[in-house]
């Protein structure tokens, strides 16, 4: 009969494996939480060059409403283009469609 007092004992090959294993696995987290802290980095940095250039777009936007004003086109149109206001009221045009046929 055995004795069931006595122990098992480990064999040094099961114990390297194991160890072994235990390393990779640590070593798999380890690799991990370096690439998520990598890939906050990043987003953190396109949410910065985001946010310029939507400070950036807002500040055109003000400018081409500030310059699309009819005050400000006013003296550039008389001036450099030398339109003028038409003193006649425009004339209403009705045009048949055999006209356009035509």
């Given at each position: 009969?055995?004795?069931?007092?006595?122990?098992?004992?480990?064999?040094?090959?099961?114990?390297?494996?194991?160890?072994?294993?235990?390393?990779?696995?640590?070593?798999?987290?380890?690799?991990?939480?370096?690439?998520?802290?990598?890939?906050?980095?990043?987003?953190?940095?396109?949410?910065?060059?985001?946010s310029k250039y939507v400070v950036q777009n807002r500040a055109l936007q003000a400018e081409i409403?500030?310059?699309?004003?009819?005050?400000?086109?006013?003296?550039?149109?008389?001036?450099?283009?030398?339109?003028?206001?038409?003193?006649?009221?425009?004339?209403?045009?009705t045009v048949q469609k055999s006209d356009l046929e035509n």
């Amino acid at each position: 009969m055995k004795n069931p007092a006595r122990k098992k004992r480990i064999s040094l090959f099961n114990l390297m494996v194991v160890l072994f294993i235990m390393a990779a696995i640590i070593v798999f987290f380890v690799n991990n939480i370096i690439l998520v802290n990598q890939l906050v980095m990043s987003n953190s940095d396109m949410q910065n060059e985001i946010s310029k250039y939507v400070v950036q777009n807002r500040a055109l936007q003000a400018e081409i409403e500030r310059l699309s004003n009819f005050d400000n086109i006013k003296p550039v149109a008389i001036d450099k283009l030398k339109l003028e206001f038409s003193h006649n009221r425009p004339k209403k045009i009705t045009v048949q469609k055999s006209d356009l046929e035509n």
